[in-house]
């Protein structure tokens, strides 16, 4: 499981033209379920994003987290994450089907709203126009497989 964390001033998600998710200060997470992912990696995931500490203390340093700066989420479903690029049309072959990701996507953000931070999503599988401010750029990769 991957995700990619974006450290944002606001971000928001459209989709047909309507905005189905708005943040300000927080997290876009673009989240990519590969096949044999499981519960333990979506909540070792959740945990690990939503207690990243990347936001500046009064000493300018990257030291609070979500939690300190009362912090949101925006929570996108992203399966070209597992893109293989070895030619230059990427093959999704590693990314999990939706049967099997959509419930692990779910659970992602239904673990991030039990630690108790507020979590706007997209529509998984849905053509969708994100849109943010980046503030820093603060941008981490994370990936199951190296944490």
Same mark, same amino acid.
Not at 23 to 46: M, N, Q, R, S, Y
């Given at each position: 499981?991957?995700?990619?964390?974006?450290?944002?001033?606001?971000?928001?998600?459209?989709?047909?033209?309507?905005?189905?998710?708005?943040?300000?200060?927080?997290?876009?997470?673009?989240?990519?379920?590969?096949?044999? +992912?499981?519960?333990?990696?979506?909540?070792?995931?959740?945990?690990?994003?939503?207690?990243?500490?990347?936001?500046?203390?009064?000493?300018?340093?990257?030291?609070?987290?979500?939690? %300190?700066?009362?912090?949101?989420?925006?929570?996108?479903?992203?399966?070209?994450?597992? %893109? +293989?690029?070895?030619?230059?049309?990427?093959?999704?072959?590693?990314? %999990?089907?939706? +049967?099997?990701?959509?419930?692990?996507?779910?659970? /992602?953000?239904? !673990?991030?709203?039990?630690?108790? /931070?507020?979590?706007?999503?997209?529509? /998984?599988?849905?053509?969708?126009?994100?849109?943010?401010?980046?503030?820093?750029?603060?941008?981490?990769?994370?990936?199951? !497989?190296?944490?």
């Amino acid at each position: 499981m991957r995700a990619v964390v974006t450290r944002v001033s606001s971000a928001s998600v459209e989709i047909d033209g309507k905005v189905t998710g708005k943040i300000e200060k927080g997290f876009l997470v673009l989240l990519g379920i590969k096949d044999g +992912d499981t519960i333990d990696d979506v909540k070792k995931l959740a945990s690990k994003v939503c207690n990243l500490r990347v936001f500046a203390d009064s000493g300018g340093k990257m030291n609070l987290d979500l939690k %300190a700066v009362g912090g949101s989420l925006l929570v996108i479903s992203q399966f070209t994450l597992f %893109a +293989d690029c070895k030619s230059r049309r990427p093959g999704f072959t590693l990314a %999990a089907r939706p +049967d099997v990701a959509i419930p692990l996507y779910e659970l /992602f953000i239904t !673990e991030c709203k039990t630690a108790g /931070f507020p979590v706007e999503t997209g529509t /998984f599988g849905a053509m969708m126009n994100i849109s943010s401010i980046n503030s820093g750029p603060v941008t981490i990769l994370l990936d199951t !497989e190296t944490m």
